[in-house]
């Protein structure tokens, strides 16, 4: 490795120091959550929760296998069997979370390419505005619960209708918030290319876009908090696995255990989805002068 070749001592000190920026990110979700959870526990111990409504977290995260053979279909109503027996519980509470995941997934993907699209649409073509505006505006109100039967009646039971029920809480948002970013665009920036030769696909492509991702990935995140409460109640009503059936099993068969293991494990799997969210934008949205972490005052 040549001299040319060979790290700065900046390039190693803002690496340093972004190293670990994400260790006390990792350590102050620790103790923010083991603070609460501390917490419970000595409500528990002094007997202030009721541990068969309010079990602490050192029982319902304790007793692993008993909770994941509920995650399994072959295993949770064989009542008195011997779970430590059961083949490879890890897979059972993987296969479940990794449905789960998918379906946010592809409802998140496909309502921000369709919802970008279409609001780059309504503000470059005149005819699309017309068009279909006012029924976003008319539609955007109403509350995806609503939209669930429709979705049974329109696919049935299975993925599709989850995924749906994703799409769907998160389009309408994300086009108005597409049209707004537009609109918040600094017209220097439009004028500055348009005397620079830009044809009006240019400055779509080179300016307004680069200048509403960094507001629609903010957008983004947040309304991926409102994907998880969708897909579990698609899950709960129109879907035969994934973690929304384990909290409709749970409730009907008066387990807070489970209850409180199936929360956790949404709570975690949000918790690593915004993470790696807030990672990809200020990795790849690096001329934003906003940032994921926020600002004090």
Not at 59 to 68: R, T
Not at 99 to 120: D, K, M, Y
Request: hydrophobic share 55%; net charge positive.
């Amino acid at each position: 490795m040549t001299t040319e070749e060979m790290p700065s001592h900046d390039s190693i000190r803002a690496l340093v120091a972004r190293i670990g920026r994400g260790l006390s990110r990792v350590l102050w979700a620790m103790f923010s959550i083991g603070f609460f959870a501390g917490i419970w526990e000595v409500a528990w111990a002094l007997g202030w929760a009721n541990p068969l409504l309010l079990p602490p977290p050192h029982i319902f995260l304790g007793n692993f296998l008993e909770q994941a053979a509920n995650f399994s279909p072959t295993l949770r109503w064989q009542v008195g069997q011997d779970v430590s027996a059961a083949p490879s519980p890890l897979v059972s509470v993987l296969n479940t979370v990794l449905a789960t995941l998918g379906r946010v997934a592809t409802g998140l993907t496909l309502a921000t390419v369709f919802a970008l699209t279409l609001g780059i649409g309504i503000r470059r073509y005149i005819a699309v505005e017309r068009l279909t505006l006012p029924a976003v505006y008319f539609l955007a109100p109403v509350s995806p619960i609503a939209w669930l039967p429709i979705a049974i009646f329109l696919f049935g039971v299975g993925n599709a209708p989850a995924i749906f029920m994703v799409f769907i809480a998160l389009f309408f948002t994300m086009t108005l918030a597409t049209i707004a970013e537009i609109d918040a665009v600094n017209p220097n920036f439009v004028n500055a290319a348009r005397i620079m030769g830009a044809t009006r696909g240019q400055i779509y492509r080179r300016v307004i876009i680069p200048a509403i991702l960094p507001g629609l990935f903010t957008v983004l995140r947040l309304n991926m908090f409102a994907a998880w409460m969708v897909v579990l109640l698609a899950e709960a009503t129109g879907v035969g696995s994934g973690l929304g059936q384990i909290i409709m099993l749970a409730r009907n068969t008066f387990n807070p255990s489970l209850v409180f293991f199936t929360v956790t494990i949404i709570g975690l799997l949000g918790f690593t989805c915004d993470m790696l969210l807030r990672w990809v934008q200020d990795r790849f949205l690096f001329w934003s002068t906003r940032t994921s972490g926020g600002r004090r005052a």
